[in-house]
């Protein structure tokens, strides 16, 4: 099964962009990269999905690198609010196949 | 929209017992999910189910049963609770294939087996 690899944690200060990397080197052409994040004591809460191309909603940006192999979810304007754990997961057609790494816990500064 | 809920948000248990964790969503998504979170840990996926009538086994299944009698609703079951079942439960749904469709997740269950 293809796996993901994020760092255990990251640090940013408030109002600065955050880059949360992710590596999929196993990635297949059909998988499509999630970002998840999950705030203390809450359900996970969907951020964004890709393909191939880079993909921009209002909570975030994700750009994809041209192999797929990784992908970095960018936070434009980190806030206090969007400390919490950040996971990026494969999801194939295959709905079984849907496995949540242990993610980045990322902590805001103020 | 209520989303998804889950009933109860808490629950003690005695090893040996067994108990029922009820999932809805109000969304009519035909996939839906039911995912264990340890300490620390990531989600893994137990049971899922992509349609009325029909589940299918995840990553870590044994000691859990499952049901989708009705599309908005997903049951999840433990015939005979461990310790090793202590976790928050995590229910999810989908519109259709979670590959290219974000799953909504529900508040979890904090489950406790003695």
């Known amino acids: 099964d293809a796996k993901t690899t994020q760092p255990n944690s990251m640090e940013s200060n408030e109002e600065e962009p955050v880059h949360l990397p992710c590596n999929h080197s196993?990635?297949?052409?059909?998988?499509?990269i999630h970002w998840y994040r999950q705030l203390p004591s809450q359900g996970p809460e969907y951020v964004i999905h890709?393909?191939?191309s880079n993909v921009n909603n209002r909570m975030a940006s994700l750009a994809i690198a041209e192999d797929r192999k990784s992908s970095t979810l960018i936070l434009h304007r980190a806030t206090l609010r969007d400390a919490a754990v950040y996971y990026c997961?494969?999801?194939?057609?295959?709905?079984?196949?849907?496995?949540f790494g242990d993610g980045t816990t990322l902590t805001v500064k103020p | 929209n209520a989303g998804v809920t889950q009933t109860p948000k808490f629950r003690v248990l005695k090893t040996g017992q067994s108990m029922t964790l009820l999932c809805a969503q109000d969304?009519?998504?035909?996939?839906m999910y039911w995912y264990r979170q340890d300490p620390g840990m990531g989600l893994r996926l137990i049971h899922y189910s992509v349609g009325e009538g029909t589940t299918a086994k995840g990553e870590v299944p044994d000691g859990y049963n499952v049901s989708r009698l009705k599309k908005q609703n997903f049951l999840l079951g433990l015939e005979s609770a461990a310790p090793s079942q202590t976790s928050v439960y995590f229910c999810?749904?989908?519109?259709?294939?979670?590959?290219?469709?974000?799953?909504?997740f529900g508040p979890g269950t904090r489950l406790t087996v003695l």
């Open positions: 999810a749904s989908s519109p259709y294939r979670s590959s290219y469709n974000e799953q909504f």
């Open positions: 969304m009519n998504h035909e996939y």
């Open positions: 890709g393909l191939t």
């Open positions: 196993t990635i297949s052409g059909t998988d499509y």
């Open positions: 997961i494969l999801r194939s057609a295959n709905a079984g196949k849907s496995t």
